[in-house]
Structures are given as C-alpha cells and as structure tokens.
Nanobody, 122 residues
Framework: VQLQASGGGLVQPGGSLRLSCAASGFNLDYYDIGWFRQAPGKEREGVACISSQDGSTYYSDSVKGRFTISIDNFEDTVYLQMNSLKPEDTAVYYC????????????????WGQGTLVTVSS
C-alpha cells in the first residue's frame, strides 16, 4: 500500500505545475483524497480534498480558483493542477487518502505520499 507523489519543481510566478499522486497496492475508489502542503517554518495545511462518494471538491481560500484537484479512477491517480502560482505557494506538497473531507482537508488519513517540493521563484 503506497502513494507516490511527483511533479514538483521550480516554476516562475504565474506559472503552472501539475502534481500527481499514484496509488499502488490498493484502489482509490473507496477513499477521499487530499493534498496538503508545508512551507518552511509553517504548519502543514490542507489545500484541497476530493470526495470519492460524489466527486465533490473543496479548496482552501488561498488556492481557490487557481488549483484543481481531480482523480483518474482507472489509473488510481489523483492530480493537483496548480495555475497562477505565487511565491507563497512554495512548499512540500503531500497527498493522503482518508475517510471524509472536512472543508478542504481529508481526515482520518490512511496513507501518505512522500512529498514533492514546489518552488515558485523568479
């Protein structure tokens, strides 16, 4: 049972990145999935969550309108499309499976990806 996050990198302000979170050894159909981030010196925060029940999506105010979470159930992969990136989006991004989305955060987590670094800088 493993989540593999990828897609991070260095991007200029205003640019875009797409993060991927691939599940292996289990099926994502029965889990809610969230993306978190942790910036240097700050606490980890939930940025997006997608419900497995109905596909509803939830975002933090800081990313709403710029980030999109989606899921490919056939590939058991969750994506986070990040547009109009800002320097304050710089962080290590983590995906996690769980049971329930509370606002923009997945709860009762069951598995975590290893994190992928996103750096937004000119």
């Amino acid at each position: 049972v493993q989540l593999q996050a990828s897609g991070g990198g260095l991007v200029q302000p205003g640019g875009s990145l797409r993060l991927s979170c691939a599940a292996s050894g289990f099926n994502l159909d029965y889990y809610d999935i969230g993306w978190f981030r942790q910036a240097p010196g700050k606490e980890r925060e939930g940025v997006a969550c997608i419900s497995s029940q109905d596909g509803s999506t939830y975002y933090s105010d800081s990313v709403k309108g710029r980030f999109t979470i989606s899921i490919d159930n056939f590939e058991d992969t969750v994506y986070l499309q990040m547009n109009s990136l800002k320097p304050e989006d710089t962080a290590v991004y983590y995906c996690a499976t769980g049971v329930g989305c509370v606002r923009n955060t997945v709860i009762r987590t069951t598995a975590w990806g290893q994190g992928t670094l996103v750096t937004v800088s000119s």
